[in-house]
């Protein structure tokens, strides 16, 4: 069983926000797997689905950014995975808009919801794939990540997140090491 968790904010206003990319990822992983991500528990909206004979779990919490750790540990409880069993998909500030970079540990390096997810595992050995979203020079962090994309980033943005999803239904098909040497 695996656990795919897409970080975000909750409500329309964050809808399609920079900080939103790792919600993004699972609807259009959802998509690909033709399933709606629409069951309200753990703190979060998710489905289970089968995936070529495995159970695999669609995440969003509901939680906010900074909280999302409560959200992953009450689904991790209730379905009884392990830490190799997650991988989390989220923005990145220091990546150009849409570019990947899948991992299987580090640090937060800045960001609340991975933070926040480390702190309630007691570890930060987690997979992870990070989808850029860039920076901007004169805007302050906190408003640049809950902008929206600009019309010229769409078609990089829709590519990382096409190909981020792809990279998801890779590793249900073969191991992490592979899809990080054939997505990074």
């Known amino acids: 069983m695996k656990l795919i968790v897409g970080l975000g904010n909750p409500g329309k206003e964050y809808e399609g926000t920079r900080h939103n990319c790792g919600f993004m990822v699972v609807d259009e992983l959802a998509n690909k797997l033709n399933t709606e991500i629409n069951q309200n528990k753990f703190k979060g909206l ?17 939680t906010y950014m900074n909280l999302s750790g409560e959200s992953v540990i009450a689904a991790m409880n209730f379905f009884k995975l392990d830490k190799e069993d997650i991988i989390v998909i989220y923005d990145d500030l220091d990546m150009p808009v849409g570019k990947l970079r899948l991992r299987k540990t580090g640090s937060a390096g800045g960001h609340n919801g991975i933070k926040n997810i480390i702190a ?14 860039d920076r901007h020079k004169y805007m302050k962090v906190v408003d640049y990540v809950l902008s929206r994309f600009a019309k010229e980033e769409t078609e990089a943005i829709n590519q990382g997140i096409d190909k981020a999803s792809d990279a998801v239904l890779d590793y249900l098909d073969h191991d992490f090491d592979y899809i990080m040497n054939r997505y990074n």
């Open 46 to 62: 998710y489905t289970k689905v089968k995936y070529h004979g495995e159970d695999v779990i669609l995440l969003k919490p509901q």
């Open 120 to 133: 309630h595992l007691s570890s930060q050995d987690f997979k992870r794939i990070r989808v850029g979203i």
